[in-house]
């Protein structure tokens, strides 16, 4: 028996088959470009509600000095009081536009997750161009360093803020943290080493302090983040910290990111079990 295949007829349901396998294809890509697309608008979306939700505020004290700030207020609930959350940034974001300061790590704080669980006044201040919030000398190897007599103008003015902000609002004084990324990290031990009695907790986050104070800081409790391969501030000033607070008596926390360099933040503010801990604490 002899089978005969009408050419033509093969090639063309071939053509057919192919055109519309290709079909399919541009279909899945449109399809794909479309939830993409999709995704973006949401994050986007997101993003700019979180960001909407800190109202602009500036803080001007006796003497006329101001510090931008930007700040999440809770569920209006007269009955109750909140933790007050104070978040530094790092030195990229310095200015005078009082957005910057947004960037990276204090938008966790305002998801409807985050504000249902834990329900804060959270203050972002923006420290002004070419100042720091913290107040150090190095050694010549820039090994170590030493917390200066007086604060920095941003700390000062930031201090001042929050005793403003304790008369303003219904603010529990037993649960005041403090956290910074980067140069907001040192401005965090800088706090603490100053003003030991004001913080509950703190966060520092890929940041340095002076470990002479260890044991002035000693009860406060202390969760430490740091990249392991940070090549902008050197992971050891965290091992040293965590040493000195340790020789002192106290029990930090420390998490150390494998194969992570200075952006350290983006794991340590999108940790639940970081925000769990920080507003478990009291003094």
Same mark, same amino acid.
């Given at each position: 028996m002899i089978f005969k295949i009408d050419e033509w007829n093969f090639v063309s349901n071939c053509d057919i088959c192919h055109h519309k396998l290709y079909n399919m294809k541009i279909s899945g890509v449109k399809s794909i470009a479309v939830l993409l697309f999709l995704f973006f608008c949401l994050s986007t979306n997101n993003t700019f509600a979180q960001t909407s939700r800190f109202s602009f505020n500036k803080y001007t004290n006796d003497k006329g000095d101001t510090l931008n700030y930007r700040q999440l207020s809770p569920d209006y609930n007269k009955?109750?009081?909140?933790? *007050?959350?104070? $978040?530094?940034?790092?030195?990229?974001?310095?200015?005078?536009?009082?957005?910057?300061?947004?960037?990276?790590?204090? *938008?966790? $704080?305002? %998801?409807?997750?985050?504000?249902?669980?834990?329900?804060?006044?959270?203050?972002?201040?923006? !420290?002004?161009?070419?100042?720091?919030?913290?107040?150090? +000398?190095?050694?010549?190897?820039?090994?170590? *360093?030493?917390?200066?007599? %007086?604060?920095?103008e941003p700390m000062e003015l930031?201090? =001042? *803020? @929050?005793?403003?902000? @304790?008369?303003?609002?219904?603010?529990? +004084?037993?649960? @005041?943290? @403090? %956290?910074?990324?980067?140069?907001?990290?040192?401005? %965090?031990?800088?706090?603490?080493?100053?003003?030991?009695?004001? $913080?509950?907790?703190? &966060?520092?986050? !890929?940041?340095? =302090?002076?470990?002479?104070?260890?044991?002035?800081?000693?009860?406060?409790?202390?969760?430490? $983040?740091? =990249?392991?391969?940070?090549?902008? &501030?050197?992971?050891?000033f965290s091992l040293d910290m965590v040493e000195a607070l340790t020789k002192a008596g106290a029990h930090p926390g420390l998490t150390f990111y494998p194969e992570v360099g200075h952006f350290s933040w983006l794991a340590a503010y999108s940790d639940p079990l970081m925000m769990e801990w920080l507003f478990r604490q009291h003094k």
């Open positions: 009955i109750r009081k909140y933790p *007050l959350v104070i $978040f530094l940034h790092g030195s990229g974001e310095r200015g005078n536009d009082n957005k910057a300061q947004l960037k990276w790590g204090v *938008l966790n $704080f305002a %998801t409807d997750r985050a504000m249902a669980l834990h329900p804060a006044i959270v203050i972002a201040p923006q !420290c002004p161009e070419n100042q720091e919030w913290a107040s150090y +000398t190095e050694n010549q190897k820039r090994t170590k *360093l030493r917390l200066k007599p %007086t604060p920095s930031l201090i =001042g *803020l @929050i005793h403003q902000l @304790i008369r303003k609002y219904p603010v529990d +004084t037993s649960r @005041i943290y @403090i %956290t910074g990324l980067s140069m907001g990290g040192y401005g %965090t031990y800088d706090a603490i080493e100053r003003y030991p009695d004001l $913080f509950a907790a703190a &966060v520092p986050v !890929c940041g340095a =302090g002076d470990v002479s104070k260890a044991a002035s800081i000693a009860k406060i409790p202390i969760w430490i $983040f740091h =990249g392991a391969e940070d090549p902008v &501030v050197n992971p050891l």
